[in-house]
């Protein structure tokens, strides 16, 4: 299973990026999908996730309002629209997948040991 982060980079704040993940080795339709991330200095942390259906989403409050995720099987590729970036948002960018089988979507969407396989990362830097 490979996963293939892109669309980082250095933005402004008040600004928009959309990241991209691809995916393949395994069946994306029925896989749940997160973005996590890691800034400098600290622990990996949730960002937002959607189900295989692509029909639920959950984000942690940090991107509610902000952010938007989702998904196309024909592409096998989940999106994060990060909107209204601030500084704060400066991070490594990861994707990662699991398949829904033996998930439980409520309990386990935003713990990343849920998850089995993790793309290489995309940095989002945010400054003026």
């Known amino acids: 299973v490979q996963l293939q982060a892109s669309g980082g980079g250095l933005v402004e704040p008040g600004s928009s990026l959309k990241l991209e993940c691809v995916v393949s080795?395994?069946?994306?339709?029925?896989?749940?999908m997160g973005w996590f991330r890691q800034a400098p200095g600290k622990e990996r942390e949730f960002v937002a996730a959607?189900?295989?259906?692509?029909?639920?989403?959950f984000y942690a409050d940090s991107a509610k309002g902000r952010f938007g995720i989702s998904k196309d099987n024909n592409k096998n590729t989940v999106y994060l629209q990060m909107n209204n970036l601030k500084a704060e948002d400066t991070a490594v960018y990861y994707c990662a997948v699991r398949n829904s089988y033996g998930m439980i979507w409520n309990a386990d969407r935003d713990l990343e040991e849920k998850y089995h396989y993790w793309g290489q990362g995309t940095q989002v830097t945010v400054s003026s």
């Open positions: 959607i189900r295989w259906t692509g029909l639920e989403r």
């Open positions: 080795g395994l069946t994306f339709s029925t896989a749940n």
